[in-house]
């Protein structure tokens, strides 16, 4: 039997040759370096990092640009939540932003998000409710000893915002929420089953709009059994006998 003759289909060694070196060319080619970054999110206020990542991509390969170093730009800022930047060879680049949306005011220059993450922004802050930590709770603009979990923190903050926006939350030693609204103090407790406190205090308040006036508090740390106290040596009683 005669063997068959192997044929070679050079077009296709050709056209991955090529190809291969199309890409080795785009990796080291300064031709494909960034020439415009699209923007998404991005404050104006942020004009000088932006000027930064300019001289960071200027003439750099687009597949030689490390990512991670033109995030890294806005990163190490407490008040940028996430960033993400990416990039072709066709020398076009994407960078988009979350910021940090603050829920309370913690006082020198520190706000608290939803996530329970402390951070500092000079474009927020304003007619936010007050969040009031013992002496003991240290907090910086992204850090916090004392208490593990400020989650529920903010969200006892955001509901306060949306139902007592003059109300203020503290954060006692033992971790015990305390709302101060309309000239009274009002016990939340641990920080669980929020929502179902809230509902109850304004039920309360429906019923009885001056309620915490002229009392010492109101405790809600069982939702269920409401009580009040007028002063500090009364034995609390429930406030609707």
């Excluded at 056209?15 to 494909?32: D, E, G, K, M």
């Excluded at 940028?80 to 020398?91: A, D, H, M, Q």
């Excluded at 915002?161 to 000239?183: A, H, K, M, W, Y």
């Amino acid at each position: 039997m005669r063997r068959r003759k192997r044929v070679i289909n050079w077009g296709a060694i050709f056209a991955v040759f090529a190809l291969v070196n199309l890409i080795f060319a785009s990796f080291r080619s300064p031709l494909t370096a960034i020439r415009r970054i699209n923007l998404s999110g991005v404050r104006q206020s942020e004009r000088l990092r932006l000027e930064r990542i300019q001289q960071l991509v200027q003439g750099v390969p687009a597949m030689q640009l490390d990512p991670g170093s033109v995030e890294q730009v806005f990163l190490g800022q407490s008040r940028v939540k996430s960033c993400t930047f990416s990039r072709n060879i066709f020398g076009s680049g994407r960078l988009e932003i979350t910021y940090r949306k603050a829920v309370a005011d913690a006082g020198n220059g520190a706000l608290l998000d939803a996530d329970g993450e402390f951070f500092s922004d000079p474009e927020q802050g304003e007619n936010l409710v007050k969040l009031k930590l013992a002496p003991i709770l240290k907090v910086t603009s992204a850090t916090v000893m004392g208490v593990t979990d400020f989650r529920q923190i903010a969200e006892a903050c955001a509901i306060t915002q949306g139902n007592f926006p003059e109300g203020s939350v503290s954060v006692l030693e033992t971790g015990v929420i305390r709302l101060d609204v309309e000239g009274g103090h009002v016990i939340l407790g641990s920080p669980g089953n929020l929502s179902k406190k809230f509902d109850t205090l304004i039920g309360l308040l429906r019923d009885r709009p001056t309620l915490l006036k002229g009392i010492e508090y109101l405790n809600l740390t069982n939702p269920d059994r409401a009580t009040v106290s007028t002063n500090k040596n009364d034995k609390p009683v429930q406030p609707n006998p």
